[in-house]
Each structure stands twice: as structure tokens, then as C-alpha cells.
């Protein structure tokens, strides 16, 4: 009798033990989001779009992702940036009053939604997105291309995890643009910017697939090529995830 309770016993802590293995969470690779905000009007800004853009590169086949916000408080100085737009300034100050800041600056990068630094600081940038690669996510996108046409894209996506209490967002980034600037204080320089937001838009519902469109806006010429990113967040604005489709 005695022998086959402790049989039974150890069925039973065999069955629980797997049973429990079959609920742990998944765990995909670790994704960095480098968000820069800058502006083509300040003097500062150059030697951060150049940090961006070697990231970017280095790092283009690790799940690292880089995206430029021109914002427009620097515009009333001469020049406006082509690519400045109130929205990115109103991001950046969503962001400032996540973390409790006072004031916005440029050049400023966010990582993953979670913390920012001088955009410039490339010990601190190398540092940081070795620091966020350890992280893995509890949540992966997976982001197939549909229809790529002169005013629209259109792609489908599935999100593999839980999307409890998370907010979605399409960015559309031009991948790079030179452009001489004539005025202000960078006057007389050609700038060379990359990963350059022009639109971002949040799904008004997340699911856990679905197809989505995005408008290509005028600003996009047909020598431009473009990137699309799905990047998920929670509701304190911290990114859990993103993915990236490349369009040549």
C-alpha cells in the first residue's frame, strides 16, 4: 500500500511539474528602440544623427532600432526643418512628463520608453543597448508586406504573447535624406539624417493579428526608401517590442 501511494505521489509531481512548465512564458529576443529627437536648426544635433546613423548600421541585424523625431521648437530660429512636426514635439513632451522633467532638449534619445540621455554620448548609447540586450521580451511581432504602392502600405502583423493592457503603434521612417541647409545655425552644412520619421499612428485596437495601412505622405519622394515599424508598448509607455519591415 505504502509503495504504491509514493507511486502515485510521484505521478502526480511529474504531471504538476510539466503541467507548470507548459505555463511559463515563452521569452523571445531582446529589442532596443533608440528614439532621437532632433532638429536640423540645432548645432547640437549633427553629431547625434551621426551617432544614430552608425548604430543603426552596426547593429542593423541585432533587433536594434533606431528612429529620428525632427521636432519644430527649433524652427522659429531660420531654418525649418523639413521633417519637424508639432506631434513629435508633443511626443517628447509625453515623454518629459513620464519622467518628471521639466523641460525638453535636443539632441535627447529614449531608450526602449524608459529612460533618456544627451543623444551624443556615445559611450553611454553603447553601453545602454548592451545593457537592454540582456533584457528578453515576454512578446515577439512577426510583420509580412502586403501592398507597397507611391501613397500607401499595407502589411499584416501577428503578435505572439500577451497583449493585455498595451498600446500599438506603425512608425514610417525614411531610411536616409541629405539635405543643405541654408539658414540658421547650422547654415552652409549638408546634413545627413536617417531612420527620419514621417508618420506615426497608433492602432486603435491591438489584436493579436490583423492587416494595417499606412498613408505615405508628400514629403516622401520616389527615390526614398522607406521603413515600416510596429513597436508595442505598455500603458506607462514602455516599449516591450518592436519589428521592421525595409522597403528597397
Not at 197 to 221: F, Q, R
Request: proline fraction near 2%.
Amino acid at each position: 500500500m505504502k509503495r504504491k501511494y509514493l507511486i502515485t505521489l510521484s505521478l502526480f509531481t511529474l504531471i504538476f511539474f510539466t503541467s507548470f512548465s507548459n505555463w511559463t512564458v515563452k521569452k523571445h529576443d531582446s529589442v532596443v528602440v533608440l528614439e532621437l529627437f532632433t532638429s536640423q536648426g540645432c548645432s547640437s544635433c549633427p553629431s547625434a544623427d551621426a551617432l544614430l546613423e552608425k548604430v543603426g548600421d552596426e547593429f542593423k541585424t541585432k533587433n536594434v532600432f533606431t528612429l529620428s523625431y525632427h521636432v519644430d521648437y527649433w524652427d522659429y530660429i531660420g531654418w525649418k526643418d523639413p521633417f519637424s512636426q508639432k506631434q513629435f514635439t508633443d511626443k517628447q513632451r509625453a515623454y518629459a512628463r513620464k519622467f518628471r522633467d521639466n523641460q525638453i532638449y535636443t539632441p535627447a534619445v529614449i531608450v526602449n520608453g524608459k529612460e533618456h540621455f544627451v543623444g551624443s554620448n556615445r559611450a553611454k548609447m553603447y553601453a545602454k543597448i548592451k545593457a537592454y540586450k540582456k533584457e528578453l521580451s515576454t512578446v515577439g511581432i512577426s510583420l509580412c508586406a502586403i501592398e507597397n504602392t507611391a501613397k500607401k502600405i499595407k502589411f499584416n502583423y501577428t503578435i505572439n504573447g500577451s497583449i493585455s493592457n498595451t498600446k500599438a503603434r506603425v512608425v514610417l521612417a525614411i531610411q536616409e535624406r541629405t539635405t543643405k541647409v541654408k539658414r540658421g545655425e547650422n547654415a552652409r552644412r549638408t546634413l545627413k539624417n536617417s531612420h527620419i520619421v514621417v508618420a506615426e499612428k497608433y492602432l486603435t485596437n491591438v489584436e493579436a493579428s490583423g492587416n494595417y495601412t499606412i498613408d505615405i505622405p508628400k514629403i516622401v519622394t520616389k527615390n526614398d526608401k522607406l521603413s515600416v515599424y510596429m513597436i508595442l508598448e505598455n500603458t506607462q509607455k514602455d516599449i516591450l517590442t518592436a519589428q521592421k519591415l525595409d522597403f528597397l
